[in-house]
């Protein structure tokens, strides 16, 4: 089983970038895709998910309206198209699996996509520059 992100970077404010997923080892089309991110003194942050199966998408408030989460499932890959980025958007981004459907969990401080994912791939650096 292989998650290969690609597609990080440095890009100024405002700027955007398109995050890579290649997926192999296992069947896409029954996976969600998700991508996390984990900035410099912070906890790991869910930001988006995709079921591979029917589409269905999951944005944390955080990035809503300023990402696009897809996924070409011919290709075995995910993307996250990253727009108006901000210096706060800067941090290690990785993508992982889990079987069927984006799982979000409420807890108090509100929707979060569970950690419990069943592959991680490695992080790639996004530096967003004022």
């Known amino acids: 089983v292989q998650l290969q992100a690609s597609g990080g970077g440095e890009v100024q404010v405002g700027g955007s970038l398109r995050l890579s997923c290649a997926a192999s080892?296992?069947?896409?089309?029954?996976?969600?895709i998700g991508w996390f991110r984990r900035a410099p003194g912070k906890e790991r942050e869910g930001i988006s998910c995709?079921?591979?199966?029917?589409?269905?998408?999951y944005y944390a408030d955080s990035v809503k309206g300023r990402f696009t989460i897809s996924s070409d499932n011919a290709k075995n890959t995910a993307y996250l198209q990253m727009n108006s980025l901000k210096p706060e958007d800067t941090a290690v981004y990785y993508c992982?699996?889990?079987?069927?459907?984006?799982?979000?969990?409420?807890?108090?401080?509100?929707?979060?996509?569970?950690?419990?994912?069943?592959?991680w791939g490695q992080g790639t650096q996004v530096t967003v520059s004022s």
């Open positions: 992982s699996a889990t079987l069927q459907f984006c799982e979000v969990q409420i807890g108090v401080r509100g929707p979060a996509l569970s950690t419990a994912q069943d592959y």
């Open positions: 080892g296992f069947t896409f089309d029954d996976h969600a």
């Open positions: 995709i079921s591979s199966s029917d589409g269905v998408t």
